[in-house]
């Protein structure tokens, strides 16, 4: 019962920004991490970016000092800032939330559908 939209992808030149978000809602109790992970063609899925309740961040080596990650708890949301982007960004987004349900007494991993990014020329 629990959905997670992202939006804000498109294409963008190299050197260009775009800020992905992802709200998370449904019977939500309470949310743990979330995290963005993104897949290239032909490549694993990796973690880009990850964001603990606490606001404790972690990145990827590739994107550390290019992009941020953050949340407002009070609309369950994540937001990944993408600056200076470069070819090796395109992927297609993915985010992800460790959600405790009402009713439930476990933690799940909830994802979105993706977004793409596209960076070229």
């Known amino acids: 019962q629990v959905q997670l939209v992202e939006s804000g992808g498109g294409l963008v030149q190299p050197g260009g920004s775009l800020r992905l978000s992802c709200a998370a809602s449904?019977?939500?109790?309470?949310?743990?991490?979330m995290n963005w992970y993104r897949q290239a063609l032909g490549k694993e899925r990796e973690l880009v970016a990850g964001i603990t309740s606490g606001r404790s961040t972690s990145y990827a080596d590739s994107v550390k000092g290019r992009f941020t990650i953050s949340r407002d708890s009070a609309k369950n949301t994540v937001y990944l800032q993408m600056n200076t982007l470069k070819p090796e960004d395109t992927a297609v987004y993915y985010c992800?939330?460790?959600?405790?349900?009402?009713?439930?007494?476990?933690?799940?991993?909830?994802w979105g559908q993706g977004t793409q990014v596209t960076v070229s020329s």
């Open positions: 992800n939330a460790e959600v405790l349900i009402y009713g439930l007494k476990y933690v799940q991993d909830y």
């Open positions: 449904g019977s939500i109790f309470s949310i743990n991490g």
